[in-house]
């Protein structure tokens, strides 16, 4: 029924068919409807004129340890960086919760992914208590609300895996896969690409060597998508 429920607006429908349809038109044509709706309108909102694309790739990096210090699987930290991401595209901070705001992205990744999420009271020590666990709480709960409770979205790795199967290609390499996802999220422009973009330029980008060469294969995706390397692309360590 048109006038029901399930077809009151787009996004609802692109829902119903992400966890229905992909029996009828397959995972990859609902993953590229599905991405539209958790595209990052702005890299930072116009408003948090304290926060640069630097202040963002050093909390990353630093989110990237804590998650190995949890021994969290990669995909936490994927989404971390996503929700974080889709947060600062919508709403305007200052650099006095940022740290914060980045913990509010890990913890709720960490709930969703990880069946031992941290608790708040480990947060609070790694952040040398300069946030009380209430503050914790509190931004959760603002981070929740600002998306709207949407917390999965589609992933760049899990639609290159899912192309790899379906065309029978050559599986990628899950290190060489970790490696330069790790680069395209830390890249100040191919971090707010369609995910799908990104997916099927970075098949083309590794079919092209032999062997699976991280730094060779990410050169070679920045030449096709027409993008420059950023300057401290070689600080961060996956």
């Known amino acids: 029924k048109q006038n029901g429920p399930v077809f009151q607006n787009r996004k609802t429908n692109a829902v119903f068919l992400f966890c ?3 029996w009828i038109v397959g995972p990859i044509a609902i993953f590229y409807l599905f991405q539209n709706f958790y595209e ?3 890299r930072i909102h116009p408003k948090s004129i304290s926060i640069s ?3 963002r790739r050093k909390l990353l990096d630093w989110l990237l340890r804590v998650n190995q210090q949890f021994s969290f699987n990669f995909d936490t930290w994927v989404l971390t960086a996503s929700i974080l991401d889709r947060f600062l595209s919508a709403q305007p901070i200052e650099t006095d919760i940022f ?3 980045g913990c509010a992205a890990f913890l709720i990744a960490a709930k969703h992914e990880e069946r031992d999420p941290p608790k708040v009271s480990e947060l609070v020590s790694l952040c040398a208590k300069c946030y009380m666990k209430s503050d914790f709480l509190k931004m959760e709960r603002i981070m929740l609300r600002v998306l709207e409770w949407n917390i999965q979205t589609p992933m760049i790795h899990n639609l290159v895996r899912e192309v790899a199967l379906i065309q029978n290609l050559k599986p ?3 290190d060489f896969l970790t490696q330069i996802i790790g680069k395209i999220i830390f890249h100040k422009s191919l971090a707010y690409m369609p995910p799908s973009k990104l997916a099927f330029t970075l098949i083309s980008a590794s079919d092209k060597f032999e062997v699976q060469d991280v730094e060779k294969a990410f050169k070679y995706l920045l030449y096709l998508l027409k993008q420059e390397p950023d ?4 600080d961060i360590n996956y």
């Open 20 to 22: 229905f349809g992909r």
């Open 40 to 42: 990052v309108k702005n």
């Open 53 to 55: 694309v630097s202040h």
């Open 99 to 101: 740290q914060l705001a």
């Open 172 to 174: 990628v390499d899950e």
């Open 231 to 234: 300057e401290t692309d070689d």
